[in-house]
C-alpha cells in the first residue's frame, strides 16, 4: 500500500517555520539538523543568552541567583522561537529565569507528588495498581521553568546509574501486575539510542508487559532527535506510546511537525500533557489553538495539568477555576479529539484527579437534570 508522503502535502505549510538567531545563521544545515550539535551548542550562560536575544535586567538577576538551584539549559533550536525583544513571549517564559522561581511559598513541595515516598527501589515510582513510572536520566535539551522534578532534573549528582537502572528493571519483571510502563525522567530521549533500546528490549521481553511509553519533550525543544535511526529502532517494539508536552501554538513548527510524521508514520500514538501556565496558555483560545495544530501533528490531546505545588514555580499556577473554564469552552464548541481531560496531581501522592464543568443541574432518583454546552436543560430518565 502506498500513500502519500506527509511533508509533501499542504498541511505542513500552515506550520511556523523560524528564522534562526544571527549567531546561527551562517551555521550548515547540516549542523543545525544534528540533535548532538544542537546539545552542545546548548545556551547555558548569560553571555550565550544575551547574543541571541534582549535579555531584561530581571531576567539578568533571575539567571545570577537560580542557576546554582536549577541550571538554564537552551537549545539553539528552542532559543529560534523566542521572540527576542518581549519579555513575555511564552517560549522565553518556559526557558529563560524569572524572579519568581526565587519566591518559595510555606505550601509550595521539592517533591510535590511525593514521586520519593512511593518508590519501592531507586528510580521506579509505583503509585497506581497497573502501571509504573520509570526514571531513565535527569538531563533534558531545556530545563523548562516551570519543572515539576526541579529537585533532580539537571543535577549531576542524581545522575541514573547503571545499577539503579538494572535494580529498576529487576522490579517491573518481578511485578506481574505491571502492564503499562512510563519511561521518564529528564527526558529518557537524552539517552543514547543504544540505551534505550537496551531498555525498550529489556521491557519487551517481559509477559506482563503490553505497553509502554516514553514521556519526552523533544519533540518540542529537539525535533531533530527524532532520527531515522530512532524511528526504526523504536518500531521493533511496538506498542509504543509517545507522551509529549507541547504548551503553547507558537512550539508547533515544520520541525515538530516532521518529528510527528516519522514518529507517527512509524507506528506510534502521540499524546500530548499540556502544563496550565500563567500568562502563556491560561485561556480557551491559546489552548482551542494549540490542540487544533497538535491534531494536525496527528498529536492527540490527552491532559490539561494544572501546574503543581513545586518550590519556586508559584509565578506559573493560575487558579483551578482557569482550567475548569477552559474544558467549558473546548466541550461541544469544537472536536471531542480536541478535549484533553484536565487533572490535578494531588499533592502527597495522592494520584491525579479529574475535574470538569458540572453538567448535572439536578438529579431527581431515575430523572436527571442535564445542560449542555450552551446551557441548555434536557432530562433523562433511567428505566
Ligand atoms: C501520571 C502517572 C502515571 C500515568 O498515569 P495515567 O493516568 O495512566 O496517564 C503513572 N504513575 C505515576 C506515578 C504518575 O504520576
Ligand atoms: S522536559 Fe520535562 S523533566 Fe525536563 S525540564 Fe522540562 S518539564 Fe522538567
Not at 162 to 174: A, F, H, M, N, R
Not at 186 to 211: F, K, Q, T
Request: hydrophobic share 35%; net charge positive; proline share 6%.
Amino acid at each position: 500500500m502506498s500513500y502519500e508522503i506527509v511533508t509533501k502535502n499542504n498541511v505542513r505549510d500552515r506550520f511556523i517555520s523560524y528564522n534562526k538567531p544571527t549567531i546561527w545563521r551562517d551555521c550548515d544545515a547540516k549542523d543545525w539538523n544534528n540533535w548532538i550539535w544542537q546539545q552542545q551548542k546548548r545556551i547555558k550562560s548569560m553571555e550565550q543568552l544575551e547574543k541571541v536575544i534582549a535579555v531584561t535586567e530581571e531576567e539578568r538577576t533571575a539567571f545570577a541567583k537560580s542557576h546554582e538551584m536549577f541550571n538554564m539549559g537552551i537549545t539553539p533550536y528552542y532559543a529560534s522561537l523566542i521572540d527576542k525583544n518581549d519579555p513575555n513571549c511564552p517560549i522565553r517564559l518556559q526557558s529563560v529565569p524569572k524572579m519568581g522561581e526565587l519566591h518559595i511559598l510555606p505550601e509550595e513541595y521539592e517533591d510535590p507528588l511525593a514521586e520519593e515516598r512511593d518508590m519501592p527501589v531507586p528510580g521506579v515510582t509505583h503509585r497506581y495498581p497497573d502501571r509504573v513510572l520509570f526514571y531513565t536520566t535527569h538531563n533534558c535539551p531545556v530545563y523548562c521553568r516551570h519543572c515539576t522534578r526541579k529537585r533532580k532534573v539537571s543535577d549531576p549528582s542524581s545522575a541514573t546509574a547503571q545499577k539503579q537502572l538494572e535494580d529498576g528493571l529487576v522490579y517491573i519483571e518481578s511485578h506481574k501486575e505491571i502492564r503499562d510502563v512510563v519511561i521518564s525522567g529528564g527526558d529518557p530521549l537524552s539517552n543514547s539510542d543504544e540505551r534505550l533500546e537496551y531498555i525498550l528490549s529489556r521491557l519487551r521481553a517481559m509477559d506482563h508487559i503490553e505497553v509502554f511509553r516514553l514521556g519526552t519533550r523533544n519533540l518540542v525543544t529537539l525535533p531533530q532527535r527524532i532520527t531515522d535511526a530512532f524511528v526504526n529502532m523504536v518500531k521493533k517494539y511496538h506498542p509504543v506510546f509517545i507522551h509529549t508536552h507541547f504548551n503553547h501554538p507558537k512550539e508547533c513548527t515544520q520541525e515538530s511537525f516532521d518529528a510527528c510524521a516519522k514518529l507517527a508514520d512509524a507506528g506510534c500514538v502521540i499524546n500530548n500533557q499540556m502544563v496550565l501556565l500563567k500568562g502563556i496558555n491560561d485561556d480557551p483560545k491559546t489552548v482551542k489553538m494549540l490542540n487544533h495544530k497538535l491534531l494536525m501533528m496527528r498529536v492527540r490531546p490527552y491532559y490539561i495539568f494544572q501546574c503543581d505545588m513545586s518550590q519556586g514555580i508559584s509565578h506559573f499556577r493560575t487558579p483551578i477555576e482557569v482550567g475548569i473554564n477552559i474544558i467549558e469552552n473546548l466541550r461541544g464548541w469544537t472536536s471531542g479529539m480536541a478535549v484533553p481531560h484536565y487533572v490535578v496531581d494531588a499533592p502527597g501522592g495522592g494520584g491525579k484527579i479529574p475535574l470538569m464543568p458540572n453538567y448535572v443541574v439536578k438529579r431527581d432518583n431515575k430523572k436527571w437534570e442535564l445542560r449542555n454546552f450552551r446551557q441548555q436543560n434536557y432530562t433523562y430518565k433511567e428505566p
